[in-house]
């Protein structure tokens, strides 16, 4: 069974950087996008960011657009998500999952078209 591990939360104050990594154990993502996620309480779901399954292209939510950067490990298992100029509304727990089906683009919000869920990492910005 295929695992996506989230870590690098924590707690960190305004303005501070956070970096996230997502590991997938028992195979590698080359040819699948993968996306972040992220979860409030009380919210529902959103996204926050993804990267194409060739690597070539970023897709970011609005509200996180400028701040952070995805990116992918040069094992191609592992995927980044680098947070800068945190704010308090960025608290959260984050996720990363992977596309559906290999090869698939577009739609990159939609969190139906992801799936192997990771257990999340919890990104507390305190004011």
Do not use: H
Request: proline share 2%; charged share 20%; with cysteine.
């Amino acid at each position: 069974q295929v695992q996506l591990v989230e870590s690098g939360g924590g707690l960190v104050q305004v303005g501070d950087s956070l970096r996230l990594s997502c590991a997938a154990s028992g195979r590698t993502f080359s040819n699948v996008a993968m996306g972040w996620f992220r979860q409030a309480p009380g919210k529902e779901r959103e996204f926050v960011a993804a990267i194409s399954w060739s690597g070539g292209s970023t897709y970011y939510a609005d509200s996180v657009k400028g701040r952070f950067i995805i990116s992918r490990g040069n094992a191609k298992n592992t995927v980044y998500l680098q947070m800068n100029s945190l704010k308090p509304e960025d608290t959260a727990v984050y996720y990363c999952a992977k596309r559906l089906s290999v090869f698939s683009s577009g739609n990159y919000y939609r969190p139906d078209l992801y799936d192997n869920w990771g257990q999340g990492t919890k990104v507390t910005v305190s004011s």
